[in-house]
C-alpha cells in the first residue's frame, strides 16, 4: 500500500501522487513552536512523513492528534507508529474539536485544499480556529505549479481572512511536485 496506490483509488480523498519529502516535512514544522507545544493536530497524516518529523520536535510529554479520513491510511499510521504521545482518529477534520478535546497549540495541514469544495474547505478553516489555543500557529503546504489557480489563491485569502500574520516560505524545491509552506498565527 502506498499513497499512490490510495491516490488512484480515492483522488479526491487522497490529494497527492507521490508522498511528500522530509524538506518539506521540515519546513512544515519549523518555527512553528513544536517544541513548546502541549498539543498538536495533525490533519491529513496520509504515510505519517509530517507526523514523523512532528513527533521528533515534540516533548516527551507533549500530545500529538493525527485526524485522517482515508481508513486504509489511519490504520496504517496506527501500524506503524508505536508512540504514546500518537493518538490516530479515522474522522473528518472538520470535527476536529471532537478529536481533540481541548485547544491545541499548532495544527499541521497535508489536506489536499485545492480539490475540496470551497464549502468544505471554509468548514475545516473554521474548526481549525475554533481549536487554536490564542497565538497558535497553522501550517499547510501548496504545490507551486497550482499556486496561481483560483482554488489555490482561495485558500490563500480564506488564510488571510481567519489568521492575524500569514506567512509563505520560501519554495522547497526538493519535493515532487515542489512546494511551499503557508505559516498562519492566531491573535494571542
Known sequence: ????????????????VAPSSRRLAYAMTEGIG?????????????TGVFTDAILARLASDARLVAVELNPVLAGR?????????????????AELAAAVGEPVDAVVSGLPWTVMPQSRRGHILDAVTEVLAPGGRFTTFAYLHAAWTPPARQLTAELACRFDRLERSKTVWA??????????????
Not at 34 to 46: D, M
Not at 175 to 188: D, E, G, I, S
Open 77 to 93: 499510521l496506527t501500524a506503524t507508529r508505536r508512540d504514546e504521545r500518537l493518538t490516530v482518529v479515522q474522522g473528518s477534520a
Open 175 to 188: 519535493n515532487l511536485p515542489p512546494a511551499f509552506v503557508h505559516r498562519a498565527t492566531r491573535r494571542p
Open 34 to 46: 513544536l517544541e513548546q507545544a502541549r498539543t498538536v493536530a495533525e490533519l491529513g497524516p496520509g
Open 1 to 16: 500500500m502506498s499513497i499512490t496506490t490510495e491516490f488512484l483509488r480515492r483522488p479526491l480523498m487522497t490529494g497527492a
